[in-house]
């Protein structure tokens, strides 16, 4: 993969001053556990003209955010930009630890929500496309705040394909046995998962298995499952004939927590063995299981991640994380994956635990677009202000919008992926709004493509209350995120005892929350009371946003006091 630049990308408020125009088989299919809801679509074109990069600053640089500031939306509120340009990322993990924490009587970190993790958590109903790649669907809907709206940008990839059709999988499962991970809830409901996972893979899929506390071992090189073991390697202690799926499962059960965190260690050995067992046409996968609280050897994503670069860009394995654990070194997992090529999620129980490995990791496992990014141009004439919710740390610089070696997101079959922009149309504006477009590589002959899709003021009619379902979900759960990152409780409830992301990874994009500057609320931002009022009233009743209801009802009886 290429090296993501950061520049021009903007997701403070920012003022117009420029012209211009923007499953696995055996798994029950198609992710029926996500939220779904009926979305209507902007006009899309196959080849629609896309905008021109937007000039240089009138300064002369280059619009990147302040050294040790990137991603900050307090840093970034102003500048002459009608693009908006960003690496997709379909990571939900931010959205399950709020959930968690919030269960657990305290309110999140701030610096642990990300708005974009909370709007992807649920999967909206957009037209699908008929091959590999996006479809582009732009809607939105005005706010109560005078001349603000909400402008939801959704892609979509083709479903999950049949058995027959998906190549097999090649997975090695890092899993942390540190001592850490003998809480309930850790190391046993990883133990529960993997079973869980193991019955539902084909007989042509493989899986090797890396522990790793204060060092790594291989447990279990690349076994096929379909392969029966003879009286050889797969033979048990009584000598009985045990197959590569039992071997599985035997080498699952007598997983036992212990000692220290080496993540370094646990990471590379987990690469190493995947190069070893790397399978010629399956699709390779690592799969990291942790609650990421490294405390040993390297201990910053970049380091750890610097170790296995050419496995990562020369064999194309890329990265999976499952975080569990009440204490979780949230920062330093979702760093990993993004740099690593991949995605995370979190799981804190059973239920959970089933739809990552029955619907999230199958949807990682086949690619349907490598490298996908995403710019959204504004048109200055109709549009005064816009600001992007949340994709801080996904920036991209408008001008490496069609650079191929800039890095993207790795986005697989059956994902959405939605954008929400808060936008200020000017005074009597009528016209086009805004043209939004994805670029991606093909993931067979990293062949370019892109889509794109449009919407007009008049297309912002009607009121929230009144849009679509799918926005006014999309709509609630930013809003939740947004009132999480400025909630300031009486009694000290906010949970602060997680690692500070500074203490697990040295990056700038995660300062320390105790000396970020307040984030600029949504516009129409409602107080918790009134966002309890509307997830009640959302018109979809989903086991989904049933569970986003009540955090919500939770967090507003917490941060009350």
């Known amino acids: 993969m290429g090296t993501r630049r950061s520049g021009r990308m ?26 779904r809801a009926t979305g209507d ?93 996006f479809s582009v669907s732009v809607d939105g809907a005005r706010t109560d705040d005078d001349g603000w709206s909400l402008v939801r940008v959704g892609l979509a990839t083709r479903g999950e394909p049949a058995e027959t059709e998906r190549p097999p999988a090649a997975l090695t499962f890092v899993i942390d046995v540190s001592g850490s991970m003998a809480e309930p809830g850790r190391l046993d409901l990883v133990k529960r998962s993997l079973g869980l996972m193991t019955d539902r893979l084909r007989p042509d899929d493989s899986v090797a298995l890396v522990t790793f506390s204060d060092t790594a071992e291989t447990v279990l090189p690349m076994t096929r499952l379909g392969d029966g073991g003879g009286r050889g390697e797969g033979a048990g202690d009584d000598g009985e004939d045990v197959g590569g799926r039992t071997r599985v499962h035997r080498a699952v059960a007598e997983l036992e927590p212990s000692r220290s965190t080496n993540l370094e260690a646990g990471i590379t050995t987990g690469y190493d063995t995947a190069v070893r067992g790397r399978k010629e046409g399956a699709t390779n996968r690592v799969v990291l299981l942790s609650d990421a609280l490294a405390n040993t050897g390297e201990t910053s994503a970049d380091g750890i991640l610097g170790r296995i670069s050419d496995a990562r860009r020369e064999h194309g394995i890329t990265l999976f994380g499952v975080g569990v654990g009440s204490d979780y070194g949230d920062a330093l997992m979702e760093r990993l994956a993004d740099k690593g090529d991949g995605h995370t999620t979190y799981v804190s129980d059973e239920a959970e635990a089933r739809e990552v490995f029955c619907e999230q990791l199958p949807a990682h496992i086949e690619l349907r677009a490598r490298d996908a990014k995403a710019q959204v141009a504004f048109d200055p004439e109709t549009v005064e202000q816009f600001r992007l919710i949340g ?40 016209g086009r709004l805004a043209t939004a477009s994805v670029r991606w590589l093909d993931p067979g002959s990293r062949a370019p493509r892109e889509e794109s899709g449009r919407i007009g003021t008049a297309d912002l009619d009607g009121s929230l209350g009144e849009a679509d379902a799918g926005l006014q979900v999309t709509a609630v759960a930013a809003y939740f995120a947004d009132a999480l990152r400025t909630a300031a409780p009486p009694g000290g409830h906010v949970d602060r005892d997680l690692p500070e992301p500074h203490a697990t990874t040295p990056n700038p994009a995660t300062p320390n929350p105790a000396s970020r500057a307040p984030v600029t609320p949504i516009p129409a931002a409602p107080s918790f009371a009134e966002l309890s009022e509307r997830a009640h009233a959302l018109p979809t009743r989903t086991r989904q946003v049933r569970e986003l209801t009540s955090s919500i009802d939770q967090a507003a009886r917490l941060a009350a006091g």
């Open 10 to 35: 903007r997701q403070g408020i920012l003022a117009l001053a420029v012209a211009g125009g923007v499953a696995l088989a055996g798994c029950s299919g198609g992710g029926d556990g996500a939220e």
């Open 391 to 430: 994709y801080n740390n996904r920036e991209v610089a408008d001008d490496d919008f069609r650079d191929d070696s800039v890095d993207g997101g790795e986005i697989g079959p059956g994902h959405t992926v939605t954008a929400l922009y808060a936008v200020r149309t000017r005074p009597g504006a009528d």
């Open 41 to 133: 679509s902007g006009e899309k074109r196959d080849s629609a003209p896309m905008p021109a990069p937007a000039p240089a600053l009138p300064n002369g640089g280059t619009g990147a955010a302040p050294p040790g500031g990137q991603g900050d939306d307090e840093r970034r509120e102003f500048a002459p930009d009608h693009l908006s340009t960003f690496a997709l990322d379909v990571d939900t993990a931010s959205y399950g630890f709020a959930r968690r924490t919030i269960a657990e009587g305290r309110l999140p970190d701030p610096s642990t929500v990300r708005p974009e993790e909370f709007v992807n958590s649920f999967r909206q109903d957009y037209p699908r496309p008929d091959g590999d790649g």
